[in-house]
């Protein structure tokens, strides 16, 4: 199983990037999956979460109303939308998926523990 993450760049501030997760050896449809972030001398976050129907999304505080996670499992891809990016979300991004099929309490999306898959960072730079 391979998460690849893609889309991370240099934005100014009050810009826009669009994340994506593709999936290769497994399917992302009836799995969570999750974005995390992690920024230079700080823990890894949690960003956003879609659940395994996909009828379901889950935020960070942080990002409500400016970030959409989404999936198309035509594509076998999940994505993050990240509008209105202030310099504070400058981090390494990582996606991450469940391997079950299962549903949980909205707090356990936010939880690393809950993701057995995990991609390589990609790094989004928003400057002031």
């Known amino acids: 199983v391979q998460l690849q993450a893609s889309g991370g760049g240099l934005v100014q501030a009050g810009g826009s990037l669009r994340l994506s997760c593709a999936a290769s050896g497994w399917t992302v449809s009836r799995h969570a999956m999750g974005w995390f972030r992690q920024a230079p001398g700080k823990e890894r976050e949690f960003v956003a979460a879609i659940n395994w129907s996909g009828d379901r999304t889950y935020y960070a505080d942080s990002v409500k109303g400016r970030f959409t996670i989404s999936r198309d499992n035509a594509k076998n891809t999940v994505y993050l939308q990240m509008n209105s990016l202030k310099p504070e979300d400058t981090a390494a991004y990582y996606c991450?998926?469940?391997?079950?099929?299962?549903?949980?309490?909205?707090?356990?999306?936010?939880?690393?523990?809950?993701?057995?898959?995990w991609g390589q960072g990609t790094l989004v730079t928003v400057s002031s």
């Open positions: 991450a998926g469940d391997s079950q099929v299962q549903s949980y309490t909205s707090t356990t999306y936010s939880t690393e523990r809950l993701y057995d898959y």
